[in-house]
């Protein structure tokens, strides 16, 4: 995890992270999972916040293909979202997002990749009470779309694969 720019115009104050799920250790790249979250500070209360901050999260993960093709699994990951935000007693309101999963064949000089899946969330929500566990919440987010069990932080995983195409 890492702070990265905050996007400017979304509020007046932003600070932002980035988390990537990595095999191993300074892996430049991801091929497992990637997320971002923005925490916004507005004192003008925007209406659609009903408050002054505001999380806004972005998570992806490639898949096998046969998951991609779940037609639960866009509900399933929201529920990972509101179960993570719950288990971690991050008290939230006024959320809203989209859940995307999308389907890739690979043709020509691609064909060779193979069938491919994603799945991608991406969220906001008024956060109720201390920021940490938003973030945690978050992150496991993260790890959960990247086919990693909640509470495996430093746990190696064995013999998972993923597709590499996104």
Do not use: N
Request: glycine share 12%.
């Amino acid at each position: 995890m890492r702070e990265i720019p905050a996007p400017s115009g979304l509020a007046p104050d932003a600070i932002a992270l980035a988390g990537d799920v990595r095999p191993e250790e300074g892996a430049l790249e991801s091929l497992f999972g990637t997320g971002r979250l923005i925490l916004l500070h507005d004192p003008s209360e925007p209406d659609a916040w009903s408050g002054p901050w505001r999380i806004v999260c972005f998570a992806q993960a490639p898949l096998e293909h046969d998951i991609g093709t779940d037609p639960m699994l866009a509900d399933v990951a929201w529920a990972w979202l509101t179960d993570a935000l719950a288990s971690r007693g991050a008290g939230f309101h006024s959320a809203s997002g989209t859940a995307t999963k999308t389907l890739s064949k690979g043709f020509g000089t691609l064909a060779a990749e193979g069938d491919g899946a994603q799945i991608e969330l991406r969220a906001s929500w008024s956060p109720e009470g201390p920021v940490t566990p938003h973030i945690e919440a978050w992150a496991e987010l993260v790890c959960m779309l990247a086919g990693l069990p909640p509470g495996s932080e430093g746990i190696a995983m064995l013999g998972a694969r993923r597709s590499t195409r996104g």
